[in-house]
């Protein structure tokens, strides 16, 4: 599939896209101008990440609320297990259907400051199939969770996420989100392991943006996603050249999407970084026209 056919392929295709709550003034000011950017695309669900240890709690639960008041947009509240205990849940997940929220990400969750091995809360869920089951007995919510292609770092073996996910499909989520991973074929075998294990919720590919290279290098190593060569490589020498990183980030983000669609990958979920233009251009490259420009 060349990048022609890929602008042009009819095949029904959807995106969701993952924004981080602001911690500044500043923050609030790019992470709202990404969202309108980004609306008009008419993404399938937008994700509010959750800190670790919960950090980020109150500033998710604004930033959530104020997209189903102010767009068009479905949000997804992120909700993690650490950090919380079973009351504590009850509240936040009441709180967020009382504001119109009807879609969550469930997550295990990291501890605090990302220190040490996680440790669930005394009184808290242990696991996020717990946490699922927890959820499906306050309301009827939409629940997506994650996945990792190349295996959590906290995880034995590969067939123990497989079989982390069954469990969590079989507890009631809906759909599982990619950590992000450069592989496609790694990717692809996750998808083919999980059909092979019964698991029928759809199996969506994480896609991160490359322009900060040096932080995807840092996130990458904390969560076990191998960086190949070529893309170190790549940006070799172009840690002060910020506009060729741009459209280095570009290419690589559209070999990944022809690749995968090319797999019979439909649905695509993009962490944006709160930085909406690489995503914009993506889903232009995947045939996807802004509402109004039809």
């Known amino acids: 599939m060349s990048l022609q056919e890929l602008v042009s392929d009819t095949r029904p295709i959807s995106v969701s896209f993952e924004f981080s709550p602001p911690r500044t003034s500043e923050a609030e000011e790019s992470l709202w101008k990404s969202i309108r950017r980004l609306e008009p695309v008419a993404p399938s669900f937008v994700s509010v990440t959750y800190g670790a240890g919960g950090s980020t709690r109150e500033r998710t639960h604004a ?6 008041e102010e767009t068009t947009l479905r949000p997804a509240a992120h909700l993690t297990c650490v950090g919380h205990s079973r009351d504590e849940i009850k509240e936040i997940v009441r709180n967020y259907w009382d504001a119109g929220i009807r879609h969550i990400v469930a997550l295990r969750g990291d501890m605090p400051d990302m220190s040490g091995p996680y440790r669930p809360h005394a009184d808290g869920y242990a696991s996020t199939p717990d946490l699922i089951r927890g959820i499906r007995t306050i309301a009827p919510f939409e629940i997506s969770v994650s996945f990792y292609p190349e295996a959590h770092p906290d995880s034995p073996n590969f067939d123990h996420d497989i079989e982390l996910l069954k469990r969590k499909a079989d507890s009631g989520a809906t759909r599982a989100l990619g950590q992000f991973c450069f592989y496609n074929d790694y990717i692809a075998r996750f998808r083919d ?74 649905q695509f979920h993009f962490y944006t970084l709160n930085q909406a233009n690489l995503t914009y251009a993506a889903c232009r490259i995947m045939g996807l026209v802004p509402m109004g420009e039809g």
């Open 63 to 68: 930033t959530v609320k104020r997209i189903v």
């Open 193 to 266: 392991k999980a059909a092979a294990a019964g698991i029928a919720i759809p199996i969506v590919p994480g896609i991160m943006p490359t322009t900060a290279f040096r932080g995807v290098e840092r996130m990458a190593a904390r969560c076990g996603a191998a960086v190949p060569t070529w893309l170190t490589r790549a940006y070799g020498g172009l840690d002060d050249d910020v506009e060729t990183r741009r459209i280095v980030a570009a290419a690589v983000l559209a070999e990944q999407v022809h690749e995968l669609r090319a797999r019979g990958f439909s």
